[in-house]
T-cell receptor, first 112, second 113 residues
Framework: DTAVSQTPKYLVTQMGNDKSIKCEQN?????MYWYKQDSKKFLKIMFSYNNKELIINETVPNRFSPKSPDKAHLNLHINSLELGDSAVYFCASRNYRGHEQYFGPGTRLTVT | QQQVKQSPQSLIVQKGGISIINCAYENTAFDYFPWYQQFPGKGPALLIA?????SEKKEGRFTISFNKSAKQFSLHIMDSQPGDSATYFCAASITGGGNKLTFGTGTQLKVEL
């Protein structure tokens, strides 16, 4: 019973390609997030959706576009991938009335 | 600008010892302070969290100490075990506006036998 799941777990692609990462949560939460963890393990918020509405949009290149088809899913599409996009991307979810955020297992993106 | 500063960067503790990780924050609007534990290849897992209206919270071997006036909080791991070897992150968030987590830079803990 995986609470927050992400696919794929690993993604290796070439510069200039477009790729998507998918996230699903079965916790019944209504708020979801994307975080990026760089090579030094620093975690930084990218986006957040509440009930399909974008509520956080940090300073992220517009090559990154999140999409939430419903409150249980949050996908991340990345256009024109660059070497600097190589990182681990984590999805997280939270009940809107609570504080606790639960993270997925991560997607390791490697751009060559 | 690092809003949550974490130290040390790495820590080696003997089995049975106490591991202490410290964090300091700048934004007094932060009102929720969680600690996350991350094992290699896994996502961060919520360990314990505290609100600023209490000075200490204990869950099993894990204790958060919170000093509001100093804008500091720390994680104490009592009776540290090799299975505690992981990277620990402190974080802070503000209620409302999405509750985004601002993370510290992480502490790599190794507990030796």
């Amino acid at each position: 019973d995986t609470a927050v799941s992400q696919t794929p777990k690993y993604l290796v692609t070439q510069m200039g390609n477009d790729k998507s990462i998918k996230c699903e949560q079965n916790l019944g939460h209504d708020t979801m997030y994307w975080y990026k963890q760089d090579s030094k393990k620093f975690l930084k918020i990218m986006f957040s959706y509440n009930n399909k509405e974008l509520i956080i949009n940090e300073t992220v290149p517009n090559r990154f576009s999140p999409k939430s088809p419903d409150k249980a899913h949050l996908n991340l599409h990345i256009n024109s991938l660059e070497l600097g996009d190589s990182a681990v991307y984590f999805c997280a979810s939270r009940n809107y009335r609570g504080h606790e955020q639960y993270f997925g297992p991560g997607t390791r993106l490697t751009v060559t | 600008q690092q809003q949550v500063k974490q130290s040390p960067q790495s820590l080696i503790v003997q089995k049975g010892g106490i591991s202490i990780i410290n964090c300091a924050y700048e934004n007094t609007a932060f009102d929720y302070f969680p600690w996350y534990q991350q094992f290699p290849g896994k996502g961060p897992a919520l360990l314990i969290a505290i609100r600023p209206d209490v000075s200490e919270k204990k869950e099993g071997r894990f204790t958060i100490s919170f000093n509001k006036s100093a804008k500091q909080f720390s994680l104490h791991i009592m009776d540290s075990q090799p299975g505690d070897s992981a990277t620990y992150f402190c974080a802070a968030s503000i209620t409302g506006g999405g509750n985004k987590l601002t993370f510290g830079t992480g502490t790599q803990l190794k507990v030796e036998l």
